[in-house]
């Protein structure tokens, strides 16, 4: 039985949409391919999300003890789990961290083996800003090698793919392959309380790349009437702190809901009640919220620096640069749409993403890619 391991950082709810596409990815692979042995081997996090389809027979999920520090998460025993599974492709998903260091090594040990490296948007320029002097370090000694190494990587967007090559990467060894949703069914989106507040949601993690800080700068401009927002999502509990202190110092208590992470029906009434989404974000190789929210008919305000313009030509949403005039516009119209409009626009969503994000046709074209591969090696 061919065996194929998916390797990442983390399962948890702070690693955000990477987590539930991660897991989304092998099970509807595993569905699409019941012959196959799929894996998915995380560094533990103590607060993994719980989606795992126990009737899988072909699909087992392992977290590894790690010791988790901000720096450099590490897990004294990963290179062994590796290598004990006897994987015939690992597919690395995620950058910067120890699984990078692990599957490099397999590669070497293995060059026989096919090895696809998704970059998830750790390789846009904001993303390599961070810590710029630490991972110029690391890529030169670790990510370099690695992505010389691997047989195919895997990018999310186009706007991913013209990263890619203008680092120097030839177009050839690059498959586009974007996330996937599951489409809610009609009936569970029938949770609009009436006579409540309009909800504007955001759903991601908390970190300053999601521009949550300019979020919250133009609500205190605009401080709309009949709305609130709800914040669900978690993050390094120093950011947390900093961002409950910005909404304090504003004084938009009253507007402004934290709800932490949310999962399952809770997740679902989050998605069910909203009226609107928000994810102004400074980075992202695809923006799985996105297209989640799209999925459950939300109308959707995010900025040019996700790979989301068809939000603007087909008038979805808004797809603004992450400035907070920009923004603040954006939210301005949106505050003063009717409530037909945004029925409109939100049915006109959950209809592109039906016919161009089905997990199930995602992971179709995934299981294409690596059995292509295998068969080669």
């Excluded at 950082?9 to 569905?31: C, K, P, V, W, Y």
């Excluded at 590894?64 to 599974?85: D, H, I, M, Y």
């Excluded at 690059?174 to 955001?202: C, H, T």
């Excluded at 609500?219 to 999502?233: A, K, N, T, Y």
């Amino acid at each position: 039985m061919v065996r194929i391991l998916t390797l990442t950082d983390s399962l948890s709810e702070r690693a955000g949409g990477l987590s539930h596409a991660t897991i989304n990815l092998a099970q509807s692979a595993a569905r699409q391919w019941p012959s196959a042995e799929f894996l998915i081997v995380s560094q533990q996090d103590g607060s993994e999300i719980q989606c795992i389809d126990q009737y899988l027979p072909n699909l087992t999920v392992q977290a590894v003890p790690c010791l988790r520090n901000k720096l450099f998460p590490w897990s004294r025993g990963l290179a062994q789990t590796v290598e004990a599974l006897c994987p015939d492709l690992i597919h690395l998903r995620g950058l910067w961290r120890q699984p990078s260091l692990v599957s490099l090594h397999w590669k070497k040990s293995h060059p026989e083996k096919p090895l696809i490296v998704q970059t998830a948007g750790m390789l846009e320029p904001w993303a390599r800003s961070r810590k710029r002097w630490l991972k110029s370090v690391y890529y030169r000694i670790i990510e370099q090698q690695l992505i010389d190494n691997c047989d195919l990587i895997h990018a999310t967007s186009e706007q991913e793919v013209h990263t890619l090559q203008r680092l120097g990467i030839d177009k050839s060894r690059i498959a586009l392959v974007e996330e996937g949703v599951f489409l809610p069914p009609r009936q569970s989106m029938d949770f609009r309380p009436s006579g409540s507040p309009r909800k504007l949601l955001f759903l991601s993690r908390l970190h300053p790349v999601k521009g949550l800080e300019l979020l919250l700068e133009a609500l205190s401009m605009l401080r709309p009437r009949g709305w609130i927002c709800q914040i669900v999502g978690m993050g390094q509990p120093d950011y947390e702190l900093h961002l409950k202190q910005q909404v304090s110092h504003l004084n938009l208590g009253d507007l402004v809901h934290f709800s932490g992470p949310l999962s399952g029906e809770a997740k679902q009434r989050a998605l069910a009640e909203a009226d609107a989404f928000v994810l102004p974000s400074f980075s992202e190789s695809f923006g799985i919220a996105i297209a989640e929210a799209m999925s459950w008919g939300l109308p959707v305000i995010t900025t040019t620096s996700t790979p989301w313009p068809v939000l603007a030509d087909q008038a979805l949403g808004w797809w603004v640069p992450p400035s907070l005039n920009d923004l603040s516009e954006a939210l301005f119209d949106l505050f003063q749409s009717s409530d037909s409009r945004l029925t409109l626009m939100g049915s006109r969503s959950r209809q592109y993403i039906a016919q161009h994000y089905d997990w199930m046709v995602i992971s179709q074209r995934m299981s294409t890619i690596y059995k292509s591969l295998l068969s080669c090696a």
